[in-house]
């Protein structure tokens, strides 16, 4: 069974563009969550999406945000980027509540 | 405030004795926990996990103990391998449906 994929991997941005991640989960997970990783917060949840709906939200501003397709692939979209944007961003899937959640490689955002 | 608290940034242990990775929470509500090992530039990976109603699970070289009276969870890895050395994640998950808070990280270093 093919793990959780993300898109692009690599990606360097200026500060004020935008920017659209996407992850493609474990066939027949239907729960994506996404998760900001940097040097001095560590691992933040950013959100969770469940059957094309948002279930949870972390404590992030408006410029995060997200969304999930019938297929429960996922997108996550960044606006008006800021140096501080710049981060690991993993997805993760998992089949629904209480289950354990499997994570993608990652997409390494660098905002200059 | 650190709801997740992995007080050991590292620990070093030689081939074939035993790691003890350990991790405190303080919100009550927690109910479910897991851990993560992750490379650098690599997406976390599944270890184990452990609910509220057990306080022993253990899969294969891994066990995970927890003490809620103590809110404290401690991951054992015997044998511990060279290929173990890594960074290992504790995560908590409670009453805000998927949402996993995570520990600071402890650098496990196995010495062959």
């Known amino acids: 069974k093919a793990g959780v994929t993300q898109t692009p991997r690599y990606l360097i941005k200026t500060r004020g563009q935008q920017v659209t991640l996407s992850c493609s989960p474990i066939?027949?997970?239907?729960?994506v969550s996404w998760y900001q990783q940097t040097p001095g917060q560590g691992l933040q949840f950013l959100f969770e999406?469940?059957?094309?709906?948002?279930?949870n939200k972390g404590n992030f501003p408006g410029r995060f945000s997200g969304r999930q397709f019938s297929n429960s692939r996922s997108e996550m979209n960044v606006s008006t980027l800021e140096l501080g944007d710049s981060a690991l961003y993993l997805c993760?899937?998992?089949?629904?509540?209480?289950?354990?959640?499997?994570f993608g490689p990652g997409t390494r955002l660098t905002v200059l | 405030d650190q709801q997740v608290k992995q007080n050991s940034p590292s620990l070093s242990v030689q081939e074939g004795r035993i790691s003890i990775l350990n991790c405190d929470y303080t919100?009550?509500?927690?109910?479910?926990f897991l851990w993560y090992k992750k490379y650098p530039a690599e997406g976390p990976t599944f270890l184990i996990s452990?609910?509220?109603?057990?306080d022993k699970n253990e899969d294969g070289r891994f066990t995970v103990f927890l003490n809620k009276s103590a809110k404290h969870l401690s991951l054992h890895i015997v044998p511990s391998q060279p290929g173990d050395s890594a960074v290992y994640f504790c995560?908590?998950?409670?009453?805000?449906?998927?949402?996993?808070?995570f520990g600071a990280g402890t650098i496990l270093r196995v010495k062959s």
């Open positions: 452990i609910s509220s109603i057990k």
């Open positions: 993760a899937s998992s089949l629904d509540f209480r289950n354990e959640q499997f």
């Open positions: 066939s027949g997970h239907r729960s």
């Open positions: 995560a908590a998950s409670g009453e805000a449906g998927n949402k996993l808070v």
């Open positions: 999406y469940f059957s094309e709906t948002q279930r």
């Open positions: 919100n009550s509500m927690f109910d479910y």
